[in-house]
C-alpha cells in the first residue's frame, strides 16, 4: 500500500493509483462502490450493499454480483479493501484522497467564522470552492441502482447547495473590500452551477455597472431573460426589470452627454405595464408557449376583432388573456409601427367583469379606465363609443360568463369602433357570429413512464414544482423519491393539468407529502382550498369555482349533466339520447359552457374533477335511477355486440368494448350493490311481501349482470388482461360470498326463478372466473371451481354454460397431464354443443381435443379436430380462432418431426396475431418459431424467437408458456453444445410448472436437466431421471423420444453397467420425487443418490 488513491468525484469520477488512472476499472458497479465506501468513509454490511447496487435481483444472485464486484475492486486496488463475510470496507490505513471530504471540511468554518473574514479564511473557503468542479460523480451511470442513485442525487443537491454558498459568501467579501473583478469573477461561477438564479444575475449586472461595464450588464439581463424563458417560461422578477431599466436609462443619459464615446446598441427595454382595474398578479406566467403564439397570430390578423377564451373555472384563461396582452402592451411599447402592435396603438386595457353585475356597469368601468369623461343627454354607452370611434384599441374584458345573456351589445361596439379588438375571457362562449373561440385546456401531463428529463420539461409538474417551492423552500427538484416523483406525476394526472388545483394542491406541500396530496385529494374535493388573501374568492378552493359555474347552469342543462356524469369514461352522442334525452344541440350547447368536451372522434368527456363535483350534487335516489337508465341501455347495446365476438368483427368490437369498459365496470358495480336481494332473500318465506313487481325487477337486474359479465370476462380475456380479471371478479365473488351466497350452497327445496337465476349467474361468475385463472396457470384452482359450479348448471338446466365450463375443465386437466380425464370431459362437452346445434361454440372444444391428442403423439387424430376447428373460424372470418388453428396445425406437424412444413403456419399466425393483437398468440407464435428454428440448427434465430415470447408471457404473467419458452430455450442451448447455460433456465421452468402443477411442461424441464447432465456425468440419478421421463404417460412426444435415445446410448457405453440400479430408482419415483432429485446435485455419488430416491 505505498501508491496514494485518489478519487476526484466533484464534476466526474476520475480514480487514480499513485497518480495513474485506474483503467482496469471499468465496472460501473464497481467504480460507484469504491466511491460509496470513500465518500461514506465506513464499513458497510454487504446486505446493505446489495440493498444498495442490486434492489431489483433475487438475494442469491444479487449476492452473486457483490462478489464479483468485490473480486474487480480487490484486482484493482489490492488489499486497501477489506472484506469480511459480513462487511466491507476500506482499510483504515489505506491512503486515499477523496476531493468531495475537504471540499465538506470547509463548512464548519464558512458557519462560524466572524466579518470581516481573515486572509486564513478566504484562502479556506476559497480552495474549498475551487475543488467543486461540477455535479457529484456527473456522468456516472450506475442502471438498476435506485438505492445507489437515490443517495447519489441527494449528495449531489447537497455538494451543489454548498458550492454556492462557499461562492455566494466569497462574492460578498470581495464586494465588500472592493474587489469587484474577484466578485465578478465568483458571480460567474455561480451562475454556471444555478443559472437561474437572478439574485446573482442582479448582482452581476450591478458589479458590471459598478465597474464601467453597462453594456456587459444590460447584455448579461438580456442572457437572464432568454435563459428564464426558455428552461422555466418565466419573466424576470420585478427586481431584475428595474434593475435593468436603471442601467440601460443610466447608460444613454450619459451617452447623451457624451460622457460615453462610443456607440452603444442595447437591448429593448422590458415590456410595459399593461393598464387595468387589477393589479398584475404577483406570480410569473408559466408555460403555455404554444398557446400563447397562437393568440398573438389570432390578435395580429385584422380579420379577428372578437377572441373569446373558452375553459372551465381553474382553466387559466385570465392569467393567459393577461400575458398576451401584456406581451403586446410591450410590442407596443417598443416598435408602435410594427407588427400586430399597429392595431393597438392607441393601448390595451384590461377590465374585470366579475364583479360588475350588470352591461351598464361594465360600461361606466370601461369609461373610467379609458379616461373617458361623460357629458350630455346621450346614452353613456353612445357618448363611450363616440369618443371611441376613432382609436385603435385592444380591450380585455375578463370573466363574462354571467353577461352573456346581453352579450349581443358588444355586437353594436364592433360596428361602431371599427379599431376595436376584443379579446373576452369566459366559461361560456358569448355565441354571436363575429366570434372566435379559442378553448382553454390543462397542462399537458405526464406519463407515468416519463423520465426526469421528460418531467423537467412538463409543464404541469414544473408549475406544481415552482409553486410548492414558493411556500417550501426545502422541496427539491428533481425529487430524489422514487414514491413522492411517482405521487406527483399521479396529482398532475388526476388534476389534469388544471391550473388552479394544481397550486393549490401545491400549497399543501408545507405540510404534506405528495403521496399524502395524492391521497387527500383522492378521498375528498375539498382538500383543495386555500386561504391567500389576494386571491378572487372564486379561486381560492375548486369548489368555489365550480360552484360559480353550477350556478350559471340552466336547470334543463343541469339536469342533462346530472344524467351523464356517472359515465367515467364519458359518453357517445347516440347513448346520450338514450339515457338523457340529450339532442346534439344541447350537447354543444353545454361543450360551449365548458362542461364538456368533444373529441374529435365525436366522445364527449368531463373535466374529472368537475365530474366528481357534480356527481356530489345528486342524491341516492337520483344515482339509483340514472344507473337504472344506464344498465337498460347498455344491455341491448352489449346484445347485439356479442353477437359479433369471435367473428370477423372481433377487432372492431374489442375496440368499441375498449372504450367504453370504465363505464361498464361502475354500471356492474352498481347492479351489484343495489340488487335488494343479495343480503337477504335465500329463502322463499323472506320474499313473500315483495313478490310480483319485485320479481320482475330482481330477474331484469340478474339478467343485466350476466350481459354485462359475459362482455367484461370476455374484455379482459382478449386483452390479456388476466390478473386484473381475476382480481376483478374475484372481489365480486368474494363481496357475494360475504352476503351468504355461494355455488356451494344448497338450493331451497322449492326454488323460484329469481333463486335460480341467481344462482345460474353466481356459477356463471365462479366459470368466468375460472377461465381468466387458466390463463394464469392456476390448474387446480380452475379443477375446483369448474366442479363447485357444474351441478348447479345442470340443476338450472344450461347446457351452453355447462359445455363451456366442461370445455375450460378439460383444458386444465390435459395441462395437469390428466389426458384421460381430459377426453372424457371435452368429449362430453362436445357432445352438449352438437346435441343443441351449437357449432359455432364448439371450436374451443375441438381445439382442445386437438392440442389432448397431439401431446399424446396421437398426430392424425390431432388434426383431424383442428381442421374441424379451422374450419369454424374461416366459415365465420374470425382471424383469431384462424391464427389460433393453423399455430396448432403447425405443432401438430412439428410434433411429427415435419418442422419445415410447421414453419408457414407458424409465419402465418404470427402475421396474423400481429394484425389481430392479442399478446398471448404472439407470444405463442415466437415460441413456436423458436422450436422450429431449433429443430432445423438454427439456433441463433431460435434464442431470439424464445426471448421475445418470453418478454410477451412475463408481461401478462402467462405462467405455463413462461415454462414452455425456458424450456424450449433451455433446448435450443443444449443443441448447441452449452450445456451449462440451458441447466438454469431448465431449473426456472421447474420451479414455474411444479407451482401451477403443469406436469408436461415440468417433464420436459425435467428431461432438460438429465440431458445436459447426461454427456458429462451419466450417473444413476441422471440415467434414472431419463428412465422416469421416458416411462411418464403424460411425457410429451419430443421429451421421450429424446431421454430414450439417451439411455440406449448410455447402455451401449462404459456406463451401462449403472442402469440396472437406475432403472430401479426409476421405478421408485414419482413426479413430487423425481423433482427433489433433480434439485440434488445429480452428478454427485450414486449411492447417496440411490438412497434418496428410495
Known amino acids: 500500500m505505498t501508491g496514494r488513491l485518489e478519487l476526484h468525484v466533484l464534476g466526474g469520477c476520475q480514480i487514480a493509483d499513485a497518480g495513474e488512472a485506474l483503467a482496469e476499472l471499468t465496472l460501473n458497479k464497481a467504480r460507484a462502490l469504491l466511491v460509496y465506501l470513500a465518500v461514506t468513509n465506513r464499513q458497510h454490511s454487504r446486505s446493505h450493499l446489495i440493498d444498495l447496487l442490486w434492489t431489483d ?52 468554518l464558512l458557519l462560524t467564522a466572524a466579518e470581516p473574514w481573515t486572509d486564513s479564511t478566504v484562502n479556506t473557503i476559497a480552495v474549498a470552492f475551487a475543488l467543486y468542479q461540477g455535479d457529484f460523480l456527473a456522468g456516472l451511470e450506475v442502471p438498476h441502482a435506485p438505492g445507489f442513485e437515490e443517495w447519489m442525487l441527494l449528495e449531489r443537491e447537497r ?108 437591448p429593448a427595454p422590458p415590456p410595459g405595464p399593461l393598464r387595468s382595474l387589477i393589479s398584475l398578479p404577483t406570480t410569473p406566467f408559466f408555460g ?155 397542462l399537458p401531463v405526464p406519463l407515468p413512464t416519463d423520465d426526469e428529463d421528460a418531467l423537467t420539461h412538463n409543464d404541469a409538474v414544473q408549475l406544481f414544482v415552482r409553486r410548492a417551492q414558493r ?50 385529494i383522492r378521498a375528498n374535493l375539498d382538500f383543495l382550498a386555500g386561504d391567500l388573501r389576494d386571491v378572487p374568492a372564486r379561486h381560492r378552493s375548486l369548489r368555489a369555482a365550480f360552484d360559480h359555474s353550477w350556478r350559471l347552469l340552466e336547470h334543463a342543462d343541469a339536469l342533462m349533466v346530472q344524467r351523464l356524469v356517472l359515465l367515467p369514461a364519458g359518453f357517445r352522442a347516440t347513448f346520450s339520447r338514450q339515457v338523457a334525452q340529450a339532442t346534439p344541440a344541447a350537447l354543444m350547447r353545454l361543450v360551449d359552457k365548458s362542461f364538456l368536451q368533444r373529441s374529435p372522434g365525436g366522445r364527449y368527456t368531463m373535466h374529472e374533477l368537475l365530474r366528481q363535483y357534480v356527481v356530489q350534487q345528486l342524491n341516492a335516489e337520483e344515482a339509483d335511477e340514472i344507473f337504472l337508465r344506464y344498465a337498460r341501455a347498455y344491455g341491448p347495446w352489449m346484445q347485439s355486440l356479442r353477437a359479433s365476438c369471435e367473428s370477423a368483427e372481433e377487432p ?30 335465500l329463502h322463499t318465506v323472506q320474499r313473500a311481501s315483495v313478490r310480483g313487481v319485485q320479481d320482475g325487477e330482481d330477474e331484469e337486474r340478474i339478467g343485466a349482470l350476466q350481459i354485462f359479465l359475459s362482455m367484461i370476462s370476455y374484455f379482459y380475456l382478449r386483452r390479456s388482461r388476466y390478473r386484473e380479471g381475476v382480481a376483478f371478479l374475484a372481489a365480486t365473488i368474494t363481496g357475494l360470498e360475504a352476503c351468504g351466497w355461494s355455488t356451494r350452497q344448497r338450493l331451497s327445496t322449492a326454488p323460484d326463478a329469481v333463486e335460480l337465476k341467481s344462482r345460474w349467474f353466481l356459477a356463471q361468475l365462479s366459470v368466468a372466473l375460472a377461465d381468466i385463472r387458466f390463463h394464469l ?30 370445455t375450460i375443465l378439460g383444458k386444465a386437466q390435459i395441462r395437469m397431464g390428466r389426458y384421460g380425464e381430459a377426453e ?51 366459415d365465420h372470418g374470425y382471424q383469431r380462432g384462424i391464427a389460433n388453428a393453423l399455430n396448432n396445425l403447425g405443432t401438430n406437424y412439428a410434433r411429427n418431426g415435419e418442422h419445415e412444413r410447421a414453419l408457414p403456419f407458424y409465419r402465418e399466425t404470427y402475421e396474423m396475431a400481429q394484425i389481430v393483437g392479442e399478446e398471448l398468440m404472439l407470444a405463442v407464435a415466437l415460441s413456436n418459431l423458436g422450436s422450429a428454428a431449433r429443430a432445423l440448427g438454427r439456433f441463433a434465430d431460435a434464442q431470439q424467437h424464445y426471448a421475445e415470447s418470453l418478454a410477451h408471457c412475463r408481461a401478462m404473467g402467462e405462467q405455463r408458456w413462461t415454462a414452455a419458452g425456458l424450456n424450449g430455450l433451455g433446448f435450443t442451448l443444449l443443441d448447441s453444445g452449452d450445456a451449462a ?50 416411462n411418464h404417460a403424460v411425457t410429451q412426444a419430443l421429451s421421450r423420444q429424446r431421454c430414450s435415445i439417451a439411455v440406449q446410448t448410455i447402455c451401449t457405453a462404459a456406463a451401462a453397467a449403472i442402469y440396472p440400479e437406475a432403472l430401479a430408482l426409476a421405478e421408485r419415483l414419482d413426479v413430487t420425487a423425481a423433482v427433489a432429485l433433480a434439485r440434488t446435485d445429480v452428478s454427485a455419488d450414486s449411492n447417496y443418490l440411490v438412497t434418496k430416491g428410495k
Open 777 to 806: 396457470s392456476e390448474f387446480p384452482d380452475v379443477v375446483r371451481v369448474i366442479e363447485e359450479s357444474l351441478p348447479t348448471l345442470r340443476i338450472c338446466g344450461k347446457p351452453a354454460d355447462e359445455a363451456n365450463a366442461l
Open 288 to 442: 403555455r408557449a404554444k398557446e400563447l403564439a397562437q393568440l398573438a397570430d389570432l390578435l395580429a390578423d385584422p380579420a379577428c376583432r372578437l377572441l373569446t377564451l373558452v375553459g372551465p373555472g381553474g382553466i387559466g384563461k385570465t392569467r393567459l388573456a393577461q400575458e398576451v396582452a401584456q406581451q403586446f402592451a410591450g410590442e407596443a411599447a417598443l416598435q408602435p409601427l410594427s407588427g400586430g402592435s399597429r392595431r393597438f396603438s392607441d393601448g390595451i386595457f384590461f377590465i374585470a367583469a366579475t364583479s360588475l353585475p350588470t352591461f351598464d356597469e361594465l360600461i361606466s368601468v370601461a369609461a373610467t379606465t379609458l379616461s373617458i369623461a361623460f357629458a350630455g343627454q346621450d346614452a353613456l354607452e353612445t357618448q363611450l363609443l363616440n369618443q371611441l370611434a376613432a382609436r385603435r384599441i385592444l380591450l380585455v374584458f375578463d370573466n363574462f360568463e354571467h353577461l352573456v345573456p346581453v352579450a349581443d351589445r358588444i355586437q353594436r361596439w364592433l360596428q361602431e369602433v371599427p379599431g376595436l379588438t376584443l379579446l373576452v375571457t369566459s366559461r361560456e362562449r358569448l355565441n354571436l357570429s363575429a366570434e372566435w373561440l379559442f378553448p382553454v385546456h390543462g
Open 981 to 1030: 447455460t440451458a441447466v438454469p433456465h431448465f431449473r426456472e421452468a421447474l420451479t414455474i410448472a411444479e407451482s401451477i402443477n403443469s406436469t408436461p411442461d415440468l417433464l420436459d424441464a425435467l428431461a432438460g436437466i438429465a440431458l445436459a447432465l447426461a454427456a458429462s456425468a451419466p450417473t444413476v440419478a441422471v440415467v434414472a431421471l431419463l428412465t422416469f421421463v421416458a
Open 57 to 108: 435481483l433475487p438475494e442469491s444472485d444479487a449476492r452473486r454480483n457483490l462478489r464479483v464486484v468485490l473480486t474487480k475492486l480487490r484486482q484493482a486496488i489490492g488489499p486497501r479493501l477489506e472484506t469480511t463475510r459480513t462487511h466491507v470496507a476500506l482499510a483504515a490505513d489505506a491512503l486515499h484522497r477523496v476531493d468531495v471530504t475537504a471540499f465538506v471540511a470547509a463548512e464548519s
Open 471 to 520: 411556500v417550501n423552500l426545502g422541496f427539491a427538484w428533481p425529487i430524489a423519491s422514487t414514491a413522492e416523483r411517482t405521487a406527483l406525476v399521479a396529482i398532475c394526472r388526476l388534476l389534469e393539468g388544471l391550473p388552479l388545483a394544481l397550486e393549490l394542491a401545491a400549497a399543501w406541500t408545507r405540510t404534506h407529502s405528495c403521496v399524502e396530496i395524492l391521497l387527500e
Open 824 to 874: 372424457q370431459t371435452l368429449q362430453q362437452s362436445l357432445t352438449l354443443y352438437q346435441t343443441n346445434g351449437q357449432r359455432k361454440a364448439s371450436a374451443a372444444t375441438l381445439n382442445a381435443l386437438g392440442i389432448l391428442y397431439s401431446n399424446q403423439g396421437h398426430f392424425a387424430k390431432a388434426a383431424t379436430y383442428y381442421e374441424a376447428y379451422l374450419a369454424i373460424g374461416r
Open 652 to 681: 372492431e368490437t374489442l375496440e368499441t368494448v375498449s372504450t367504453e369498459f370504465e363505464n361498464l365496470r361502475v354500471v356492474w358495480q352498481w347492479l351489484l350493490a343495489s340488487y335488494p336481494t343479495w343480503n337477504s332473500t
Open 159 to 266: 455538494y451543489r447547495q454548498l458550492a454556492f454558498q462557499y461562492g455566494e459568501r466569497l462574492a460578498h467579501h470581495y464586494e465588500g473590500v472592493n474587489e469587484e473583478h474577484n466578485a465578478i469573477d465568483l458571480c460567474r461561477r455561480l451562475l454556471a452551477i444555478e443559472p437561474w438564479q437572478e439574485t446573482i444575475h442582479r448582482r452581476l449586472m450591478t458589479l458590471l455597472a459598478r465597474t464601467g461595464q453597462p453594456t456587459a450588464a444590460l447584455q448579461q439581463y438580456e442572457q437572464c431573460r432568454r435563459l428564464l424563458a426558455d428552461e422555466l417560461a418565466v419573466e424576470p422578477e420585478g427586481a431584475t426589470k428595474a434593475l435593468y431599466e436603471r442601467i440601460r436609462q443610466d447608460a444613454v443619459g450619459e451617452s447623451t452627454q457624451g460622457v460615453q464615446q462610443a456607440t452603444v446598441r442595447l
